[in-house]
T-cell receptor, first 112, second 115 residues
Framework: AQSVTQPDIHITVSEGASLELRCNYS??????LFWYVQSPGQGLQLLLK??????LVQGIKGFEAEFKRSQSSFNLRKPSVHWSDAAEYFC??????????FGAGTRLTVKP | SQTIHQWPATLVQPVGSPLSLECTVE??????LYWYRQAAGRGLQLLFY??????ISSEVPQNLSASRPQDRQFILSSKKLLLSDSGFYLC??????????????FGSGTRLTVV
């Protein structure tokens, strides 16, 4: 069965600094990969997704992610973090007919 | 456009009381529907999913049940709440047959505190 690992539980970055959130997956076939963001007390919002084609995908709010099959990774990046980016970020892998597996999440704190 | 509504937003219930959380989807037909629970500081746990009216699959045996009385309505229930049922409950929907491409759309969640 597929699984997702987000190695970093909590990351703190300064406003304006670059950001990379790590995601590693385990799946036997071509994965369908997603990044979601959750603001406190809110539902999850889809940031971006990958299922084929260009391995560098662009999402909303200036985020991008790169699929690296050789490393089984789908890391999320942003060149310059804004204070409003403080939230929890979830990586997910979709496979099969009714299976979406989420990572445990990475909480992002942005320092002024 | 499609929208998903979830209510109530917050709920405080005593131990042993019943529970009913409701989720409705607008703007689409025959969606796949999901209930997730998010405990404090933890990831998302899939509780139930439904591919059609009256069709419920349970992922984890527990004190909760789900029902889908109408195509776009998904209800999470409990007859007697436990303290361990506290958490943030999220409803989500996806396109049947293509959820891998489009991901899930989530509701805004219900914060349940059992006291």
């Amino acid at each position: 069965a597929q699984s997702v690992t987000q190695p970093d539980i909590h990351i703190t970055v300064s406003e304006g600094a670059s950001l990379e959130l790590r995601c590693n997956y385990s799946y036997g076939a071509t994965p369908y990969l997603f990044w979601y963001v959750q603001s406190p007390g809110q539902g999850l919002q889809l940031l971006l997704k990958y299922f084929s084609g260009d391995t560098l995908v662009q999402g909303i709010k200036g985020f991008e992610a790169e699929f690296k099959r050789s490393q089984s990774s789908f890391n999320l990046r942003k060149p310059s973090v804004h204070w409003s980016d403080a939230a929890e970020y979830f990586c997910a892998v979709g496979a099969g007919n009714n299976d979406m597996r989420f990572g445990a999440g990475t909480r992002l704190t942005v320092k002024p | 456009s499609q929208t998903i509504h979830q209510w109530p937003a917050t709920l405080v219930q005593p131990v042993g009381s019943p529970l009913s959380l409701e989720c409705t989807v607008e703007g689409t037909s025959n969606p796949n529907l999901y209930w997730y629970r998010q405990a404090a500081g933890r990831g998302l746990q899939l509780l139930f999913y439904s591919v059609g009216i009256g069709q419920i699959s349970s992922e984890v045996p527990q004190n909760l049940s789900a029902s889908r009385p109408q195509d776009r309505q998904f209800i999470l229930s409990s007859k007697k709440l436990l303290l361990s049922d506290s958490g943030f409950y999220l409803c989500a929907w996806s396109v049947i047959g293509d959820r891998r491409y489009h991901g899930y759309t989530f509701g805004s969640g219900t914060r349940l505190t059992v006291v």
